[in-house]
């Protein structure tokens, strides 16, 4: 191993940095991008790619390196998300985003997320993998035919992560 | 317990966050039959449960219900199998039945086309011989049915009744060998006699090599049986093939294909046209519209135009004509022997002699004509041989005769050793030349063999061959005397052999037979007295004595032509054939 690699794979300063926010934070945050994403896109179509309540909770899960953290912030995040969401059920982006919340968590304690290019690459993974698992129970528990375009998603993985990048260091002023 | 919940605490939030999500999920979502996804899941839980259940009962208790269920089926299937076959079996009655009644329509509808007066009958019997083909019908003479009837079938001809019985009649089959019927083909009219084989087929026979049939072509009867009335369908040609004297031809009669069950027996017949040969049936041809005339060329060549005919052998034809005017030859009226007309001539040079007066002498009979004594005399009469006998032969025509005794021109030198034919024909009660002796006088004698030129009878100029024998062909005598077929040493003639003659003689000697043929425009034998005509004029051939021809022989005779001549009119007429 390098040095890059052993910045990168270093457990030890990851269990010691773990970051906290004010409560105000966690909770203005998620709301700001919620809000984002159900309003903005009526008047603003191009902003419907952007998928500001994932990149949130991932970045919450990534800064609290707490899976059970991470659970709770996806799950509250999901479902505030469906609740205001039109035509979507309760439950579906909640538990999907439960499961982000819980993997992101756990990839940060082997991560060294603070790195932007792990932030990127920890962007685009979680966007695929979110739209493909979202994909996957709307067929599986709600009998819906939609359609998963891999090309498609893999644009605008690349395209979330690189609005997480920048995202996450806005985010990281708010850090106590 | 709260060591796994502490080892695996995260895993634990997890799933029962996720789990608590579904339930959510499950609560208020509702599937496409509005029913709460909880109720679809829990249906969708169970179901497969209770079907394996169900397979497991059915597999377990439905073998046991199985068997005592196959108890009854071996029954139930033969009882299902009688049933099957009973229905069969009325199938089949029905199938027959409605047979039945179809022919029975259609024996119907033929009764109702054809003008004959037909009885239907049923076939009840068959024969009991082992080659004869003859059936049995349930009607007899108390039906009316009588011996020699025609019975058909609207296919065809069937057979004629043998024996009328009673109650039943015994018809003989066209396939029988010994039947025999007169047909007519459809296309070119083709007589012939219709012959059964003993088999399947029959054949035509009695029809010439030279006479066109063709596979395929349909025969009617003729009518000239006088059993079967004229029209009726016989059979389709199958094999014509030239044979040795006639034409083979096998025929699938038409009346026995579908099998005989019902029949017509004609007991009044009536003859009916044939109907025409039917035309191929049309297909797409697409045939070009005439030429126009071409105006260019003016030389005609069909009599369409005039009359004028500008082949080969028309302008032949009218050189002849001109040569023969010219000449006053009359040709096909030359007699054997006489001088032909001089074809050599320029027909545009020589012009027609004037027309001599024949002046007959005596024993001529009164107002005949003989345009043949101009450039043809014969020999005089009074130049007899011994006995009375004329020197050379005497001719008999129908026509006024050419042998005026006394009116023979002298000079006329035959060829040493020809022989002078003499043909006697259809003599009837004229005689014909005063060259005939008194003993012949009596009736009706004629003798067919050719009679020999008595050496030293020949007439003045004439100069037989020593041994040369002039012949005399006696064909067909009628009734009446064989006028100028003495002979020669002026006994009394032999009495006419007919069958040795023309085989179908009608208006022959009283007593002999006459054979019937199918030929068309034959005298009818059965016409008694009746004298039959032939629209051509026979042609004598005449028989040289070199060759031997044996006495009775008359290898000139054409079978079923003319036989006899009204000796009141001297004319043939034809006898119309009766209905039956």
Redesign the interface.
Known sequence: MNEFSDRLLTEVPRRARKFKFRPITILLVPLAAILFQVYLPRFFTYLGYLELPLLVTVYFALMRRQ??AG??FG?GI??AQDSLSPNQ????F??VK??VG?FAA?VSMRFDVDNPLIQFVLGFFFYFFHAFFHWVLSRA???LQVDFDPRQTFVLGLLNAAVAVPLFMLLDKMKE | MEFLLNRY??LT??LV??AA??L???Y??K??QDVR?VRVWAVTAVTPLARILEVVRRNTIGIAEDYFDLIHVRDENNRVKKELGRLKMENQFLKTELSTADRAQALSAFQSRTQSRTIAARIIGNGTGMNSKDVLIDRGSGSGVMRGMAVVTPDGIVGRVLASYPTASQVLLITDPTFAAGVISEKNRVHGTLKGIGQSKVIIDYVQNEEKVDVGEVFYTSGDDRVFPKGLPVGTATVVRPGKTFKEIFVVPAGTQNGLEEVLVVVEGIHQAIPDAQAVASTDIYILPAPPADKASNAPTTDQRGGTLTTDADRLRERYKKIGAAQGHVFGQGLPGARPANFNLNPDEVKPPPVQAVAPAGGVAPGVVNPQAVKAPLAPAGQTGAGGVPATTTIARPVPTAAQPGSAAPGVTPRPGAAVPVITRAPGTGVAGGNVTPAVSKPPVARPVPTAAQPGSAAPGVTPRPGAAASVITRAPGPGVAGGSATADGSKPPVAKPAQTVPPSGGTAPGVTPRVTPRPQTANPAASGTVTVTPKPVVPRVVKPATGTSPGTIPGTIPGTTSGTNPATNQETKQAAPKL
């Open positions: 899976p059970i659970v709770f799950a999901g479902l059920p309760l439950g579906m909640g538990i439960t499961l819980y756990s528990l709600l009998g | 605490r995260n939030v997890l966050v996720i999500q579904l959510l999920l499950a208020q979502v599937s496409n996804l």
